[in-house]
């Protein structure tokens, strides 16, 4: 067969001069053809060796790169993250409940317009159905002590009722000492005079005794023998001892932390 296809080949190609127009038109379109066929033939068998190839890698596993390795579990690291999780939700939810207590407050005017005086946030107490908000008093940033109101919200009805309220209003009080917290505190030690108690910090502080304001110095002292503290009020006048009123007629208190 091959022979013979070849000896046609030659019978089309004889004499080609001496053949018409139109069978020279018929011989190029057939030669053109066969061009196209073959290079056709020879891109198959091409693309047929590159898929197979290709096949055989994508198969090949050993080309996968290997499984990252995973650590293995804190439980004590997620029950942690867990808890701040849980305490940033109650952050939020304390932040709104202020907001709300913080309104309440600057409707009923409940500092009577007092330019120098000042409610803030202290403690947030979280109950089955409600919400208690303490404030501590300032005036003129300074601290009131005694002075402080609450508020409870009952978190279904939103209800807000005051709980707490012995604000000290219409103060007129000069908030720059006269004396030195340092003289402050050698007052202090010495009417504590026990050597087992250490310095923890020293504030001013609004104080109130028989009805009579007082600047003072409040010294705290720490006990390095048990967990008990004492505070001394020192007024920043004239650097004398004021009684605490809150707890009666002592010139020092105890506290437990």
Known sequence: MQKSFKKRFKNILKDIDKKSEAEKNRLVLFLSGFSVFCIFCLWLITAGNNFSELGKDRIDLSALPEFPQVDSIDIGDVLQKSEDTLDGFNQINNTLWQESGDRYISEKNILKD????????????????????????????????????GLMINTESQEITEKTNNLKLGISLAVDPEISVKKAMTVAEEEIDDDSYVFDGAKLAIASYEENLYLVWKIVFDSEADDNSREILVGAKYGSIIPDEMKGENQTSDMVK
């Open 114 to 149: 007092d330019e120098f005086s000042v409610l803030k946030l202290a403690d947030v107490q979280n109950m089955d159905d409600s919400v208690f908000l303490e404030y501590e008093h300032y005036y003129k940033d300074v601290l009131v002590l005694g002075s402080d109101f």
